[in-house]
Nanobody, 115 residues
């Protein structure tokens, strides 16, 4: 089994920044893709960004130019640097991992952006 633990969420004013971290532990093998999803109140869970073990990244249009995903394979940790935050970024952010699509999920960390 793989465990994913997120950290770094909190309250920030519009225009500010936050850095989320997700540490993986357990039987970590056959894990290629790690990423971040979010779910805002009353909305569906959506993809924010993903990164492969080789460093290839993919971003939602809403995240491009503001968010940066990175990965430390030695630490088995994925990060999400969020800049220029907007109130509409308010959501629970979930870490996910799997061979090609999410098979493991973290419990989420809340990000609240005030105007």
């Amino acid at each position: 089994q793989v465990q994913l633990v997120e950290s770094g969420g909190g309250l920030v004013q519009a225009g500010g920044s936050l850095r989320l971290s997700c540490a993986a532990s357990g039987s970590i093998f056959n894990i290629n893709v790690m990423g971040w999803y979010r779910q805002a109140p009353g909305e569906q869970r959506e993809l924010v960004a993903t990164i492969t073990g080789g460093g290839s990244t993919n971003y939602a249009d809403s995240a491009k130019g503001r968010f940066t995903i990175s990965r430390d394979n030695a630490k088995k940790t994925v990060y999400l640097q969020m800049n220029s935050l907007k109130p509409e970024d308010t959501a629970v952010y979930y870490c996910a991992a799997g061979p090609r699509r999410p098979g493991y999920w973290g419990k989420g960390t809340l990000v609240t952006v005030s105007s």
